[in-house]
């Protein structure tokens, strides 16, 4: 037993974050699910959405990560997350992110013409990407 978690966020580009923390709070496709030391083991596919991370028993020092997807896994204290692509709050390039969502939204109206569900999807899925980057970077 432990009093504290410790986080890493792995993509691709390797490990984008790694720190101690008290409370993790993640959105799986079926809900929030908040992790505290001592957590039960599991594994639980994520949403495009937030991350927050509670470095210490106040609030005091919050982190933000924009993760695309993925997975957590929670393991004797350890919470793993490993996704395609995640980004602190920090690191987000705004700008970038508003082009993204820009560009997704005209994929989105054109894929409605033509009836085009494949590009849709995906064009869904990039606007998602673009918004919770934005939503992420607000925190910084
Ligand atoms: P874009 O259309 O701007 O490339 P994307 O959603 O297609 O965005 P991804 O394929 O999800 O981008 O990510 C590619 C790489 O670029 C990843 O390493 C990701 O972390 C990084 N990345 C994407 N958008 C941003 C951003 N706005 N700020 C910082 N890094 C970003």
Known sequence: MGNKLVVNVVTP???IYEHNAKLVVAKTIDGEVGIMPNHAPIIVPLAIDEVRVRRTDADTHVDWIAVNGGIMEMRDNI???IADS????RDIDVSRAERAKIRAERKIQ???E???KNELKRATVALHRAINRINASSHH
């Open 114 to 116: 033509l009836q085009d």
């Open 79 to 81: 919470v793993s997350i």
């Open 86 to 89: 995640a980004e602190r709050d």
């Open 13 to 15: 580009n390797g490990t």
């Open 110 to 112: 054109k894929a409605k």
